[in-house]
């Protein structure tokens, strides 16, 4: 099973919106409601930011929102702030109890 | 607030085989509620999921790793462990271990770096 595709980089400015893409196949993302979404500051731990496509976490801002279209998830980080600076990865249920993530995306902070 | 954290060597030979613990606090390994899993990270790479398991011994492997790995569960010390076999340098990595919610990881360890290397 290949990797999620996600862009290498995204950036914006304080204050803008920015939206992250992750694209998968009818067999992962397009196949199941299960897109979670994870943020990952340099030496950290990931944190988990969005699940079930759509779904936030007790504590993670609603400035993080998800979606889906067809085989393409996406993650919108609205009013940019200093601290989103992070990496974004994606991941997605690829069936027979198979979980996949995304390569990645950094997230720039202008 | 549920804790994780992984423990085992550092350093494993090329060939050899990569052992992990991951210890559970303040939270039951045994809740029916979730699973538990182990993803790994390259060096300035992205995340790959490795495995994961039930309190019952159900687990699931990824299909690329799984003539190498094998996930177990101590419900009695609250542990769940992870073993790799055969690694070459391309298993030199973070490991994370952390708790499964249906297909999601909420809660992770901090992660342990373990190299392969003579």
């Known amino acids: 099973q290949s990797a999620l595709t996600q862009p290498p980089s995204a950036s914006g400015s304080p204050g803008q919106s920015v939206t992250i893409s992750c694209t998968g196949t009818?067999?992962?993302?397009?196949?199941?409601?299960?897109v979670s979404w994870y943020q990952q500051h340099p030496g950290k731990a990931p944190k988990l930011m969005i699940y079930e496509v759509n779904k936030r976490p007790s504590g993670v801002p609603d400035r993080f929102s998800g979606s889906k279209s067809g085989n393409t998830a996406s993650l919108t980080v609205s009013g940019l702030q200093a601290e989103d600076e992070a990496d974004y990865y994606c991941s997605s249920y690829a069936g027979s109890n198979n979980c996949m993530f995304g390569g990645g995306t950094k997230l720039t902070v202008l | 607030q549920l804790q994780l954290q992984e423990s085992g060597p550092g350093l494993v030979k090329p060939s050899e085989t990569l052992s992990l613990t991951c210890s559970v606090s303040?939270?039951?390994?045994?809740?029916?509620?979730?699973?538990w899993g182990w993803i790994r990270q390259p060096p300035g790479k992205g995340l790959e999921w490795t495995g994961t398991i039930y309190y019952s011994g159900s687990k699931y492997y990824n299909p690329s790793l799984k003539s190498r790995v094998t996930i177990s569960v101590d419900t009695s010390k609250n542990q769940f462990s992870l073993k790799l076999s055969s690694v070459t340098a391309a298993d030199t990595a973070v490991y994370y271990c952390?708790?499964?919610?249906?297909?999601?990881?909420?809660?992770w360890g901090q992660g342990t770096l373990v190299t392969v290397s003579s």
């Open positions: 952390a708790r499964q919610r249906g297909y999601h990881f909420d809660y």
């Open positions: 009818s067999s992962d993302v397009g196949g199941y409601n299960y």
């Open positions: 303040y939270g039951s390994i045994s809740s029916n509620s979730y699973y």
